[in-house]
């Protein structure tokens, strides 16, 4: 990939600034399956990718794709596939895989109207659940939210930079909407994003443990074929990769697998406010429900209306300490999202009768719209 030595403004779908930001992130593999709406990810890979010097394989389906990845990113590439409904539920084994071997890797979900086959070619953000709890077992997962095409460029690249630095799959949940709106975006030179790449061990190859933690959380990552022989397993294993059921090396496990991500939830509130300072109430959502949303939230300031909008980037772990603090200062709180209630159980969860927590879902397959949003608004202040 050629070096953007200063801001490029284009008109970018969606999807293609996902594929902008993977690159730009330094991924090196990409294998997946097409799939409606997240085919143009792949499309655009399969072309961009290997002149960029990296590999690309349409693989036979889904549960292949994410097997690729894993091996890919244990030889030592920075890896990724994108998918929607259907398939991300195909891939939750080796996401969970990805999650006790801990092997860092970017998975694309584009969301649709579901269950099943459903509306393949209508937006839906049912997915949000799926995100977090999908795969079997008790681990952390990083799941953010791009709203614009934008987003889906920047939040790409922070994507890789949390695989890397945590090493663990995380989960880029767009939309339909998001990835088929084409937009004006203002991409920043390459040269001025920031790059992170996996821990490495700085050991020679008989001393190394690929578990044992260094006091961060995250234990360095040798890449296969570099002479550091270890073993990746899927079962409970001690630190040096093999299986165990030792309790005080399983809890320790487990523990650390929580930690190396509790440990930054202060630096994973990634959100944007906007109105927030004297609203009374707030409109929370994400994805292309925020745009309607912040759309919904100005023609309610026009009217005089104390609203506010907070728009979650991060979705899992869940922004306990950020959503608390304008439950803290609000009247009430509108959740809107375009499934049945998934994220709005969470901010209820947390509430604890602080305020009253609304909710606006639509479930039709169609895009929940401004006017849409500012009548519930104006009923809750009425």
């Not at 821990?199 to 443990?209: G, L």
Request: net charge negative; charged share 20%; hydrophobic share 40%.
């Amino acid at each position: 990939m050629s070096e953007q030595k200063t801001a490029e403004r284009i008109l970018l779908q969606g999807s293609e600034a996902c594929v902008r930001g993977a690159l730009a992130a330094g991924c090196q593999f990409y294998a997946g399956y097409p799939i409606t709406p997240a085919t143009e990810i792949m499309e655009l890979m399969s072309r961009r990718l290997p002149p960029a010097g990296g590999v690309f394989i349409q693989m036979e389906d889904e549960i292949a794709s994410m097997g690729a990845i894993i091996g890919a990113s244990l030889g030592g590439m920075k890896a990724m596939t994108a998918t929607s409904g259907p398939g991300f539920s195909l891939m939750q084994e080796h996401i969970s895989f990805a999650a006790m071997a801990e092997v860092p890797c970017v998975i694309v979900n584009v969301m649709r109207g579901g269950p099943s086959t459903g509306l393949p070619t209508r937006p839906a953000q049912g997915d949000v659940m799926q995100a977090r709890w999908g795969s079997h077992g008790d681990h952390p997962m990083l799941v953010v939210a791009p709203s614009s095409a934008y987003e889906f460029f920047d939040l790409t690249v922070k994507a890789f930079n949390l695989a890397e630095r945590y090493r663990s799959p995380v989960i880029v949940l767009a939309d339909e909407i998001v990835a088929h709106t084409r937009e004006t975006v203002i991409l920043p030179p390459l040269e001025e994003l920031e790059i992170e790449n996996r821990p490495r061990p700085t050991v020679p190859p008989e001393w190394y443990s690929p578990y044992q933690d260094p006091g961060t959380g995250v234990p360095p990552m040798a890449a296969f074929g570099e002479g550091y022989r270890f073993h990746v397993t899927g079962l409970m294993h001690d630190i040096n990769g093999y299986p165990t059921q030792r309790p005080d090396e399983t809890e320790e496990l487990m523990m650390r697998l929580f930690h190396k991500v509790s440990k930054d939830f202060h630096l994973l509130q990634w959100y944007d406010a906007y109105f927030d300072a004297d609203a009374e109430i707030m409109v929370i959502a994400y994805g292309s429900v925020a745009r309607s949303a912040l759309k919904a939230v100005k023609m309610a300031r026009e009217k005089g209306l104390p609203v506010g909008l907070l728009k979650l980037k991060m979705i899992w772990p869940f922004m306990r300490r950020t959503v608390e603090r304008y439950l803290d200062s609000s009247r009430k709180v509108l959740v809107a999202e375009a499934n049945m209630g998934q994220l709005s159980r969470e901010v209820k969860r947390v509430n604890q009768g602080k305020c009253d927590v609304l909710t606006l879902n639509r479930i039709d397959g169609q895009m929940l719209t401004p006017d849409q949003i500012l009548e519930r608004v104006e009923e809750a202040l009425s």
